[in-house]
């Protein structure tokens, strides 16, 4: 089955579902009052999404695999950065698990 639309990707899907799960968390005190923190991992979760769509329309699969790399790299970033939210008591355990997963 061939994909028409960066939207029918499960991986953009999932990532668009964890970025709505990091808004929540960041939209919330005692984490909403770290601006830096918040920015940086708002930033990686929509980075996921961003790459794996602009990968999609790029011409070839080998440059569609470095984009995809990237929205990995950015996925590792996000699981770092709620490492610190965990250590900060910004985030449960059990919200950091569900987010991590």
Known sequence: MRMERFEDIQGWQE???LTQ?????TNVFPFK???RLC?????????????IAEGFDRPSKK???KFLNYASA???EVQ???YVALDQKYVSDEDFQDSYN
């Open 15 to 17: 990532a668009g579902k």
């Open 33 to 35: 009052k770290d601006q």
């Open 74 to 76: 950015s996925a590792s």
């Open 80 to 82: 770092s950065h709620l």
């Open 63 to 65: 440059e569609f695999r």
């Open 21 to 25: 799960e990091i808004y929540k968390l």
């Open 39 to 51: 920015g940086q991992i708002q930033k990686a979760s929509v980075s996921i999404m961003a790459n």
